[in-house]
């Protein structure tokens, strides 16, 4: 693969994280039921960076957690996953929170099927909600985010890929494509 386009640099992404955590807080006041639930990779450090925003507006910082949805996938074979990950650290109830799923990209809607399918596993939410950095199309399940930070049109050929300082070193969404 190679890039084709820089899509979002890292003062872009900052200002979606903060333009998305003022939409979620306009949607859940007050934010004692609040909880955000970053999908593992990327997710989690973005539902971090939301928290973080919330706190900054109103002075109080949701909970969050990871969930990491290997089992659930239905594109792995039958117990399929990575051996070895841990599962979902969801370090609070959800009955009755209003949960707010947490990824970088939202591509066919199947990662977050199979999250809604592990976060059931835990409890019942009053709400589930789902916040993505970037809405690229392409979708295969009947799935539409209440928070976008970008919608960003591509083909089915070419790879939309998240970089995080958290995990990769530096904050960009670039655009790939075969060579």
Known sequence: MREKARVIEAEGIRRAVVRMAHEILERNRPV??????????????LA??????????EGTRPPTGLLDIAHHRDDQPAGGGTPGRAGP?????????????VDDVLYTGRTIRAAMDALIE???PATIQLAV???????????????????VPTSSRERVTVRLAEIDGRDEVVIEEPE
């Open 32 to 45: 004692g039921a609040l909880a955000l639930l970053g999908i593992r990779t990327r997710g989690v450090p």
């Open 48 to 57: 971090q960076r939301l928290a973080s925003a919330i706190e900054a507006i």
């Open 89 to 101: 650290a969801i370090p609070f109830p959800v009955t009755g929170q209003h949960v707010v799923l």
């Open 122 to 124: 835990h409890g019942r």
């Open 133 to 151: 950095l970037i809405d690229r199309g392409h979708r295969e399940l009947p799935i539409r985010p209440d928070y976008v930070g970008k919608n």
